[in-house]
């Protein structure tokens, strides 16, 4: 049995330094946007595809319709048609390798209602800015468990729109409950704050 020496004396044998790497490999894959895509299916499909691609599910509606069921695979999508105005309105990432980088995905959907990103271990304050499309429509925020700080609440407080914030776990913002709880308080004010 081989072994690397890495960073902090850590020893890896070879096959989980080649799964280190192919898990680092796959999620920029995962999570890169292709402008051209973007451009010729739309940000709502593209997105859709996106959370997919990461092992989550999404719900798509018309105009004035309801979302009918989670859709887990690109078989599922397949069979709505996004021309016809259909929009991501549900999205659940949890526990999936999505990125700030991949967060540009959803950075033009603009009836999001709903998204869990919680434990999203990539995931930090740069991918919020991203949600400002859905500030007028989204209703449920889970970013539990994932790498936020402080530093987010700005962005955050620009989603007027929410009734209800998880950011439970999030180790960042454990030493400062108190800010964190106020300040959202103030600026969301029809909004449940989970801490």
Same mark, same amino acid.
């Given at each position: 049995?081989? #072994?690397?020496?890495? $960073?902090?004396?850590?020893?890896?044998?070879?096959?989980?330094?080649?799964?280190?790497?192919?898990?680092?490999?796959?999620?920029?894959?995962?999570?890169?946007?292709?402008?051209?895509?973007?451009?010729?299916?739309?940000?709502?499909?593209?997105?859709?595809?996106?959370? *997919?691609?990461?092992?989550?599910?999404?719900?798509?509606?018309?105009?004035?319709?309801?979302?009918?069921?989670? *859709?887990?695979?690109?078989?599922?999508?397949?069979?709505?048609?996004?021309?016809?105005?259909?929009?991501?309105?549900?999205?659940?990432?949890?526990?999936?390798?999505?990125?700030?980088?991949?967060?540009?995905?959803?950075?033009?959907?603009?009836?999001?209602?709903?998204?869990?990103? $919680?434990? #999203?271990?990539?995931?930090?304050?740069?991918?919020?800015?991203?949600?400002?499309?859905?500030?007028? $429509?989204?209703?449920?925020?889970?970013?539990?468990?994932?790498?936020?700080?402080?530093? $987010?609440?700005?962005?955050?407080?620009?989603?007027?729109?929410?009734?209800?914030?998880?950011?439970?776990? #999030?180790?960042?913002?454990?030493?400062?409950?108190? *800010?964190?709880?106020?300040?959202?308080?103030?600026?969301?004010?029809? #909004?449940?704050?989970?801490?």
């Amino acid at each position: 049995m081989l #072994c690397r020496r890495f $960073s902090a004396g850590v020893l890896y044998t070879r096959s989980q330094h080649r799964n280190l790497l192919v898990g680092k490999w796959r999620r920029f894959k995962n999570n890169r946007v292709d402008e051209t895509r973007l451009k010729y299916l739309g940000a709502d499909k593209l997105s859709a595809e996106w959370i *997919l691609m990461n092992g989550g599910r999404v719900r798509v509606a018309g105009p004035g319709q309801k979302p009918d069921r989670w *859709l887990t695979s690109f078989e599922d999508l397949a069979q709505w048609n996004f021309e016809l105005g259909l929009r991501l309105t549900h999205a659940d990432a949890s526990n999936t390798d999505v990125t700030d980088e991949g967060f540009r995905h959803i950075r033009h959907v603009a009836h999001l209602q709903t998204a869990s990103f $919680s434990h #999203c271990t990539h995931l930090t304050d740069a991918a919020l800015p991203n949600l400002s499309s859905s500030a007028s $429509s989204l209703r449920r925020l889970d970013l539990s468990g994932t790498l936020i700080t402080p530093d $987010s609440l700005d962005a955050l407080s620009r989603l007027t729109s929410l009734r209800l914030l998880n950011i439970s776990g #999030c180790r960042e913002l454990e030493n400062f409950r108190e *800010l964190v709880l106020e300040t959202l308080g103030e600026r969301l004010v029809n #909004c449940k704050v989970v801490m």
